[in-house]
């Protein structure tokens, strides 16, 4: 458990709430977090935006984007008081250095492979080069 | 209800060349997965634009016999449009 994983932590908050709540807000989240030893990599106001689907009879909401570094205990913490609180209408917490590891995996396999490729079959080969040169042209 | 997928132009087949026709069938143009072409390793679901482009009028998820994308990559998409759709940002059911 003494791993470091990745979270991105997204929240809607009130539409009636002024910009000032929002910030208290998201301070409140940041300092809980560091309280409890994680750290903020990265933080968005994504501002306001009309949902998708109506939440509490709300039609829109502002989009706050956290990304933590912690053990996951933080996690657990803010989940539970940002339930409780009204102002907050939905959070969404997703654990992204799986999805990160993953996605490396694949470009390297990826990178291997077209490393590997041209040594068989002229068609193949010329395919291949065609689809480099292409690589080059969107780098 | 009625599907009309098949009808409608999404814009992912164009460009593609068209392969040999299949028996009595009508000339079908092979259907190429884009994010492989655009190697994409992650589909994230904060980008609103791109999955829309794969969530019809009605909210549903575009089958890939319809978009063409290939099994890895819709796995991602799904799992995308499902986060996006918790967080409000893309609608559960439309109409």
Redesign the interface.
């Known amino acids: 458990m003494a791993e470091k994983r990745t979270y991105e932590l997204?929240f809607?908050v009130d539409p009636d709430a002024g910009d000032e709540d929002v910030v208290k807000l998201s301070e409140g989240v940041q300092k809980i977090i560091t309280g409890q030893g994680g750290s903020i990599t990265k933080t968005e106001m994504m501002g306001k935006r009309k949902?998708?689907?109506e939440?509490n009879h709300k039609k829109d909401?502002t989009?706050v984007?956290l990304e933590v570094e912690g053990s996951g205990a933080e996690i657990a913490e803010v989940e539970r008081r940002m339930r409780v609180n009204d102002q907050i209408l939905?959070y969404?917490t997703?654990r992204v250095d799986e999805?990160?590891r993953?996605?490396?995996k694949?470009?390297d396999r990826?990178a291997r492979k077209a490393a590997k490729k041209p040594a068989n079959g002229k068609a193949k080969a010329a395919a291949v080069s065609s689809e480099a040169d292409e690589?080059e042209a969107v780098a | 209800m009625s599907s009309n997928y098949e009808d409608r132009d999404f814009g992912f087949e164009r460009e593609y060349d068209r392969t040999m026709p299949r028996g009595p069938r009508r000339m079908q143009r092979r259907k190429i997965c884009r994010f492989c072409i655009e190697?994409v390793?992650?589909i994230d679901?904060?980008d609103v634009k791109l999955l829309m482009s794969y969530v019809p009028e009605r909210g549903k998820i575009l089958p890939r016999r319809i978009s063409g994308v290939c099994a890895t990559h819709q796995r991602m998409l799904a799992e995308a449009i499902k986060?996006a759709?918790?967080?409000?940002?893309?609608?559960?059911a439309?109409d």
């Open positions: 997204m809607i949902l998708a689907y939440i909401g989009y984007l939905r969404m997703v999805m990160r993953r996605a490396d694949l470009k990826r690589d | 190697k390793d992650l679901f904060k986060r759709r918790n967080i409000a940002l893309l609608p559960y439309a």
